[in-house]
């Protein structure tokens, strides 16, 4: 079993930055391949960004290239988000996620296990 508690979401203007942050709790962090997914009201939940156990491998959605950085800290078993260049499309319910499975694959997957979401608003 693997427990996710994610932390940084707020309200921030258009153009505005936020670090999201994962901790993780249960097993051994850096097996886990981590991502983050976020969901808009009356939206389905999309693929965001995906990070390897071992910090090389990344793949972002083509919506938030160049704008959002993931991360991975295996000593303190937490994933972060960073998000620059923030737009009022970006705002959402955003939820880490953790898969045994490749991280890139998670894109196309249902990662086996999930946070309980930070609300991110972005205002215009």
């Known amino acids: 079993q693997v427990q996710l508690v994610e932390s940084g979401g707020g309200l921030v203007q258009a153009g505005g930055s936020l670090r999201l942050s994962c901790a993780a709790s249960g097993r051994i962090f850096s097996n886990y391949a981590m991502g983050w997914f976020r969901q808009a009201p009356g939206q389905e939940r999309e693929f965001v960004a995906a990070?390897?156990?071992?910090?090389?491998?990344?793949d972002y959605a083509d919506s938030v290239k160049g704008r959002f950085t993931i991360s991975r800290d295996n000593a303190k078993n937490t994933v972060y988000l960073q998000m620059n260049s923030l737009k009022p499309e970006d705002t959402a319910v955003y939820y880490c996620a953790a898969d045994l499975r490749a991280a890139l694959t998670m894109s196309n997957i249902l990662p086996k296990y999930w946070g309980q979401g930070t609300q991110v608003t972005v205002s215009s």
């Open positions: 990070i390897s156990g071992n910090g090389v491998y990344t």
